[in-house]
């Protein structure tokens, strides 16, 4: 029998923030949700995680001290809703680990994965044919339903070639095994932050990461069915990785976002409104200490249960 999420991906349009309720300590268990009894037509899912699973300072932070590690992605799986592989980043991974990791997690979890840099790292973006292919070749469908947006991530020195990055969209492979494929770019250089790259976005249906960060440029343009937010701001002196104010604020974008609505308080690019609609989306807390980053999506999660 195959079990089910502790914390199914929550439809936006079930949930009521509540300005003056208080989160639960960082040392308490989450209560556990409970999938909608009706799916709703006018919201998308929300799934929320973080950034891989194996990190030493998590052991008796966010890990049980005597959890074998043999069971990490197991215990992971039970307390967020997605998490993004960044292994896939480096090298290629085999069939067997994908569908190893979809047999430790629970129905209604989603991975993310990030495509090779072999694809993304070079010149002439046109040429990454052979790697992309070879990506999809190593087994990534394996993951079956587990799978869910590839995250194409460039370096902070490339820039915006119109020409040269509508043909690497044009390489990524929209089906593949009679299954439906996400995809997600994150760019890093301000030459992006123009009307041309949101209209070419939407020629392809591919969304823009929105990425809290101190440095990269942050557009919050939407753009196709879905949309994807790596919150790096975190802070390992807090708990909760975030102050609570903030994390509400998120958990309010969030829902807005899967409601087909876009926050106010984000930047935009383009001043074209996308068509309202349900999106479903997809949030990280990955910022580059990590140790409260799996608080921060715990406490999110319960923002939008």
Known sequence: MRRVSAHWPIRADLIRLDPTSRSAPCNETPPVSKPPQTPSKHSGHIYIGIGGWTFAPWRG???????????ELEYAASKLTSIEINGTYYGSQKPESFRKWAREVPDGF???LKGPRFATNRRVLAEAGDSIKRFYDSGVLELGDRLGPVLWQFAPTKKFDEADFGKFLELLPRTLGGRALRHVVEVRHDSF???DFIALLRQFETP??????GKY???ADVVGDFVYARLQKGNDELKTCYPPKA???WAKRFQLWAGGGEPDDLPRVDAAKPIKAPRDVFAYVIHEGKVRAPAGAMELIERVK
Do not use: G, M, N
């Open 61 to 71: 932070v966010f890990y049980p001290e005597k959890l074998t590690q043999a069971k």
């Open 247 to 249: 994390l509400d604020a």
């Open 193 to 195: 932050c123009v009307p």
């Open 110 to 112: 989603v991975f993310s």
């Open 217 to 219: 440029p942050a557009i």
């Open 208 to 213: 823009v990461v929105f990425a809290e960060h």
